[in-house]
């Protein structure tokens, strides 16, 4: 049986996959990576991580700043920093099904920042 990490990562997945032009490819190490035109947008994963974990990086450009003082958050390099890229971590204590709206939230956020515009204004305009 998948633990909740596991179910959450395959939920965020196929959102994210719904999302136009989308594909997931292999990252590096353990990492899977969501694209949209082979631009990257989100990744899960993090190295050696169990699997009642999930680390998630996304792009945030309008709510990098709300979201910093979140106990799932972690901090990056002073280049995710710069680039507004955030991770949250969710160790096995954390109850991650509870945030799937919110995660979801921050995929198409992601997902807006990276496509190429055409693709973002697709998808603002029909609310998808």
């Known amino acids: 049986m998948p633990t909740p990490?596991?179910?959450a990562e395959a939920a965020l997945t196929a959102y994210a996959l719904s999302l136009p032009e989308t594909d997931l490819a292999p990252g590096w190490g353990e990492t899977r990576y969501l694209r949209v035109r082979g631009k990257g947008f989100a990744v899960f994963g993090?190295?050696?991580q169990a699997p009642d974990a999930l680390t998630l990086t996304v792009k945030l450009p309008i709510s990098y700043e709300m979201v910093q003082d979140l106990p799932f958050m972690r901090q990056g390099s002073p280049w995710y920093r710069e680039n507004r890229w955030a991770i949250a971590h969710f160790g096995p204590e954390d109850d991650i099904l509870a945030e799937l709206d919110t995660l979801k939230?921050?995929?198409r956020?992601?997902?807006?920042?990276m496509a190429p515009r055409a693709l973002s204004r697709l998808l603002t305009e029909t609310g998808a």
């Open 105 to 107: 939230g921050w995929v």
């Open 46 to 48: 993090d190295k050696a």
């Open 109 to 113: 956020q992601s997902y807006v920042a």
């Open 5 to 7: 990490h596991q179910q």
